[in-house]
């Protein structure tokens, strides 16, 4: 029987910093809640907005796969590595903290803001050489049905990181249905809406709910409005 937990939008975490509008659907900074530290090895997911010419100056991570979804306005990443680049909607960013990296993410525009779902996912391995990797995907590909945009073998489609993880993206019509086949025996899954309603296994998730399963093999998904947009992330559920 598989197990679920729901988390409904308007009970995130959430820090309000004039410059940064931050909700955090897992413990994070000043918010802590021990009911939800963490999903499996899923770790964060900051579902951010950044005031124009804003961000966050240089900081440190390691150990740490980071992943970044924009989803409206251009952010500009510089980091320890000698990378800048600018990511919008449609790309994917991923970096391996490794054995230690500082960066920076500003908002380069003056005139709008920027949103983007900030993810930390624990990874398989330690230490390992600090990487970055930046794709722009086809939007066309997640219509009515699910887009691979993540996953843990290099040359896969999507970037890759340091861990057994798939996520998957898509941008239904109303009433369309898709079926998601977990790809490793014990992996849960972690579904967040990212705009409209969906079913999920019979659960009614609005926008920017999240809903985690584990114990199951599959899920089912149904588009409850038109132009509904989803993220998928399939995570181990053991931490070690």
Do not use: C
Request: glycine share 8%; net charge negative.
């Amino acid at each position: 029987m598989a197990k679920t937990i729901l988390h409904k939008a308007d009970t995130r975490g959430h820090a309000n910093h004039g410059w940064l509008n931050s909700y955090h659907t897992f413990s994070f900074a000043n918010y802590y809640n021990p009911e939800r530290v963490h999903f499996g090895v899923l770790r964060v997911l900051n579902d951010d907005t950044v005031s124009q010419g804003m961000g966050f100056g240089a900081h440190p991570h390691e150990n740490m796969e980071i992943i970044s979804i924009p989803l409206e306005g251009d952010l500009e990443h510089k980091d320890s590595m000698g990378n800048t680049a600018v990511i919008r909607k449609g790309d994917i960013q991923a970096m391996s903290a490794g054995t230690g990296i500082y960066h920076s993410e500003y908002n380069r525009n003056k005139d709008e803001q920027v949103k983007f779902l900030q993810i930390w996912i624990f990874p398989n391995k330690e230490n390992v050489t600090p990487r970055y990797d930046q794709i722009t995907l086809n939007a066309d590909d997640r219509y009515n049905k699910l887009q691979q945009i993540l996953s843990p073998n290099a040359g896969d489609e999507g970037v890759w990181i340091h861990q057994d993880a798939w996520f998957h993206m898509g941008k239904f019509d109303r009433g369309f249905s898709a079926e998601y086949k977990l790809k490793k025996h014990g992996n849960g899954i972690y579904a967040f809406v990212i705009k409209g309603d969906f079913s999920v296994n019979g659960n009614v998730l609005n926008e920017r709910d999240g809903l985690g399963i584990w114990d199951t093999d599959k899920i089912d998904i149904t588009a409850n409005a038109q132009d509904a947009e989803i993220l998928l992330m399939e995570v181990p559920m053991n931490l070690n």
